[in-house]
Structures are given as C-alpha cells and as structure tokens.
C-alpha cells in the first residue's frame, strides 16, 4: 500500500468553489483480505460511522453500511488531488450520499482523484491519473474489509468519477470472490456501465446483473439522465468502439455486441414511463417521469415538472448538452433509490436469518 499523508482540513476560503464544482460534477479480516501493514497510514475517511461533523450524516445504527466513492469535484491546478477534505467533497457527499443515512452506515474514502482542472487549466490527463485514483479507493475498500465490515451487507454507492471507481472495484476486488456475497447493489450513475446486447450483464460484470425487482440483491443500477434527446456526441449512454484511455487500466469491454446498462430507478426492469421521487433542496418532490430509451443512447430521459420542482428541459446540462443532466444523476430519483437500499436490506436481513426462524 501507498503512504498517505497527515491531512489537514482546507479552511473556509474555498467554499466559494462549491457552486463552481457542483456545477461541473461532471467502494480482510473475514474474506481474505490481509490487515494494513504496519507502517501504512490509515485511510482518510471523509465519512463514517460515528465521527463528528460527519458531512454523510454520521449514523452508526443501521443495519447495512454504504461505502460512497464522491464524484469529480476537485478544484486542484495537479494533475491528482490531494487527500485534503474540503467543502468540495463536504458539499457534495451530503446532497448525494446524506440522504441514506438511516438506511446504512456510510462508509466515505478520501482520494487522489483526477482533478477537474489539471496544471494548465484543462481537464487532467487520464488513465495513469485515474490509475492512483483506484489505488487509493481499493486501499480504502480493503481496509474497510480488514477492520470494519464484520460481515455485514455493503450497498456501493458513486457518481461519475466515483462511480467509474467502484465499476473497476467490482471487476478487479469483488466479482467472483468470496466479497460478492457482501453486496447489496451497487448505485453507479453517470459512468456507462456496458452489458452485452439485450442481456442484464455479460459486460463489465459476468455475474453481477442488472437489478430487474427491488428485492433483487447483488445487483447493479446504472443510469445516465437527459431532459432532451441526447446529441450524436452525447458523453454517455454511447456504447464506446475503442479501448477507454480515461479510466482506470481494467481491461474494460468495447465494440460491437455491448450497450450502455439503464435501469430506471422508481420501476427496475421496466421500459415504461414512471414516476420519480427527487430530493431537491432536503425535500421529497414529485413531478418527474423517467425511462429508459431502447434506441440511439440508452439514456434515462427525464421529462415532467411541476409541484414545486422546474420543468425537465430548464434544468441545466451542464457542462454542455453532451452531458445531459450528469450533475443531478443523483438527485432526480434520489428517493427511490433510498426506498431500493430499503428493500433490498429486508431481502439481505432475511437471507441471514437462520433456517426455520
């Protein structure tokens, strides 16, 4: 394992950088992982259980935990961010992960993210950035293994950047080891996760489908959202012809026979128009419909307004239209996804219980 560095708490004259940042938004001891060694220092925790001024709410009662990867929101003129916690990772792990609070115990990593902007004011370079990236978050996953899991159920949530980081855990960490038997669902919007043509996995994961009924466990839910039909060169929900040269180096699948996962959140496996459940603001709103289109992009086209929330094609798409609505991936079924966590703690609960009780 790497050395991290003793990490200071960045002051409140970066909080002007939160709007900026959210704007561009744009996962042992009882599975065979072995203990830190000794002379590593132990991961930075944005997030759990228990520690004060906790931005993930700091439960420590329920009976599942969460482990979060943010998406990209450092400011940082490097090529990788720091493991510094600032309001930027503050602020966007509690409009994302905050509201499961309750539902699990979150569990939060700092990392050596590609930044937004790298040294010369352009987007950082990528796969040997996002490669440190990885190195930090699969630090942090086995070292949640080693001394915390303790067995219990694990729901991987991340958003882009984050989500990207967790799509690798599962492929390098989880799929095929005894630590599949950990997982929930895996909530990983806004980073394209492929399955083969007209089949809920064969993709990126062989044994890890699409999640199809709220009971389902072990499952994934991946989804992009647009308001409007997304263009020719729309960022996501494009099925890529070439080796990915932004992500982590994983041997990630490409070409003919692939298409990008959606699964629309408030009614899993269906092709239908749905109701969605947002939080907006800390507020349950309704208004919005959702689903899943079958040609072009494979997107969650999102339409509707009303009842207190804008209609779908005045909220932004930021940084341009390729991107659709990328920064409220998150937001848009916020709540259903919490209701799915719920559910699919009853299926995991009930797996537990012994035979006859």
């Known amino acids: 394992m790497h050395r991290r560095r003793p990490v200071p708490v960045r002051g409140p004259g970066r909080l002007r950088r939160i709007g ?32 004060a001024g906790d ?8 009976p599942v935990d969460c482990f979060y990867v943010y998406p990209t929101v450092s400011l940082e003129r490097t090529t990788n961010a720091d493991l510094t916690i600032g309001p930027e990772e503050r602020a966007v792990a509690a409009d994302q992960v905050a509201p499961f609070d ?39 996953w086995d070292d949640y293994l080693a001394h915390d899991n303790h067995g219990r159920g694990v729901v991987l949530i991340g958003h882009s950047q984050g989500a990207v980081m967790l799509r690798t855990l599962i492929r390098k960490r989880i799929e095929a080891t005894p630590q599949q038997r950990l997982l929930l669902s895996a909530i990983i919007p806004g980073a394209d996760v492929l399955v083969r043509s007209g089949a809920p996995n064969g993709g990126d994961f062989n044994s890890i489908p699409a999640c199809t009924d709220s009971a389902q466990i ?32 994983d041997g990630r699948p490409y070409g003919p026979g692939y298409e990008v996962l959606c699964t629309d959140p408030a009614a899993l496996g269906s092709g239908t128009d749905n109701g969605l459940h947002s939080i907006v603001a800390g507020r349950v709103v309704t208004g919005y419909r959702g689903h899943c289109t079958t040609a072009g992009p494979r997107v969650l086209m999102i339409e509707g307004g009303g009842n207190g929330v804008p209609p779908a094609t005045v909220l932004p798409a930021l940084p341009d239209s390729r991107w659709g609505l990328h920064n409220l991936d998150m937001n848009i079924p916020q709540q ?6 719920a559910a699919q703690t009853r299926s995991w609960l009930d797996r537990q219980r012994p035979a006859g009780r």
């Open 20 to 51: 900026v940042a959210a704007a561009l938004v744009v996962a042992g001891g009882w599975f065979g992982v072995p203990p830190a060694t000794a002379d590593a220092t132990p991961t930075v925790w944005l997030c759990r259980p228990g520690q």
């Open 55 to 62: 931005p993930c709410g700091g439960g420590s009662g329920a």
């Open 102 to 140: 309750g539902r699990c115990d979150v569990w939060a990593p700092m990392y050596r993210q590609r930044t937004l902007l790298g040294p010369t004011g352009l987007p950082a370079p990528g796969a040997a950035a996002s490669d440190i990236a990885y190195a930090d978050v699969q630090d942090a």
């Open 218 to 249: 072990g499952c994934v839910v991946a989804y992009s959202t647009y308001a409007t039909a997304p263009p020719p060169d729309a960022r996501f929900g494009v099925t890529p012809t070439e080796p990915d040269t932004i992500g982590p180096r």
């Open 336 to 341: 259903d996804l919490i209701d799915l966590v």
